[in-house]
Every structure is written in C-alpha cells, then in structure tokens.
C-alpha cells in the first residue's frame, strides 16, 4: 500500500467544528460527498482551488489542514 | 455509492449484456450456415437495431430511477475527482480501441469479408466501452 505524501487533518477539523458531516464540507466546497471522504481517507489529493475552500470552511490556514511529508 | 457511480454499474452492466447477445448471435450467422457469399440475413442488422433500442430505453429507465432516489447528485455538474477518474479511463479504453482497430483492419488480409471487419471494429469498440467503464468503477472504489 503507499505511503500518502499528503496528509490532513479534515475528520478532526470537522468534529471540532460541531461534528460536521461529510455531506455539509461537500456542500459548502461543492464537490460530491464521496470527494471529501476519498481526501479525508487520502486516497485523493484535491486540487488548490479544493484545498483552500476546505481550508477557507474550517477558518483555518493551509497548512494547518494539509501537510506535505517528504 | 454516488450517482455517479451508480450511472456507471448501470451502463457497464447494460453494455455488457445487450453487445454479448448481439455478438453471440452475429457468430453464429457469421461463421453458421444462415449466410450467403459472407452477407448475413437481414435478422442480424434487425437484431442490431432492437438491441439499441432496448439498450436506450433501459439506459434511460434506469437512470430515472437511480436519480430519482438522489436528484441532487444526479444534478450536480462533475466535480474534479470525476472528470479526473473520466479522463484516466479514457486513456486505456483508447490504446484497446487504437491496438484494436489496427487488428480488425488485420482481418481483411486474412480473406475474410468487409461485413467480417465491420464487425471487427464494432466488437473493439464495445471491448474499449467496457474497458473505459470497467477503469470508472475501479478508481470510483479505489477512491481516485
């Protein structure tokens, strides 16, 4: 199995955030349900545009949701 | 399982069926005795047209349905996951389409009829459909 490079910190920002579910973060970044659970599960990395919408719903910088490990 | 991939078991398994029927019967007329000078009777070009048809109708019957149960998803544009999950399907049922058409075009120097490699290039073309769904829901479960 490999290694994800990207990792995130959705599911934990999510709960902080009155355990919001997959299916509203979808809404708010208008992506599917299963699009979040693939990046939550890091079997997906999103785009920049994605990423910084997640980032943007949570209030949270960048990095503080993604993090690149080398 | 999203719209999506639902939209796509359900044309996977259609294609699958009404071209297996098909191709199942074309043999046999083709390699039977219901032929004359390599030209089938008018029942295979007869079979062809019923099996699209039936193929249209329960395509759209069954997408009915499935959008029905989540008319939201069925509405929503592609996101970036699925145009991307799209886009990397198309690129094996292309090299089975190209590799696939070169064979079928091979046919014709090996005496047999331009019905034979009509047939060729259609059954290559169901094969690259299959492949190019069947690649959809692999990397629909495998996530991306």
């Not at chain 1, 970044?29 to 785009?47: D, F, H, M, W």
């Not at chain 2, 329960?58 to 996101?79: G, Q, S």
Request: aromatic content about 14%; cysteine-free.
């Amino acid at each position: 199995m490999r290694t994800p490079v990207i990792t995130n910190a959705i599911r934990r920002l999510r709960s902080e955030h009155g355990d919001m579910t997959q299916q509203e973060l979808a809404d708010y970044v208008g992506v599917t349900r299963q699009t979040i659970n693939a990046i939550e599960l890091e079997k997906y990395s999103p785009s920049l545009e994605v990423a910084f919408k997640i980032a943007a719903v949570f209030k949270t910088p960048l990095e503080k949701v993604f993090q690149y490990r080398d | 399982m999203s719209f999506r991939e639902k939209s796509t078991w359900v044309t996977f398994v259609l294609l699958l069926v009404t071209f297996a029927v098909y191709f199942g019967n074309a043999f046999f007329v083709l390699h039977g005795a219901n032929h004359v000078d390599g030209h089938p009777t008018s029942s295979l070009f007869h079979l062809f047209f019923q099996l699209v048809f039936w193929f249209i109708v329960l395509e759209i019957v069954m997408h009915i349905l499935i959008a029905a149960r989540t008319p939201k998803d069925a509405n929503a544009p592609l996101d970036e996951r699925e145009k991307l999950i799209a886009l990397k399907s198309m690129q094996p049922a292309f090299y089975v389409l190209l590799v696939g058409a070169f064979l079928a075009i091979g046919t014709l120097h090996l005496g047999t009829t331009t019905y034979h490699m009509a047939h060729s290039v259609l059954f290559v073309v169901w094969i690259a459909e299959l492949v190019r769904h069947g690649m959809q829901l692999y990397y629909f479960r495998r996530g991306g």
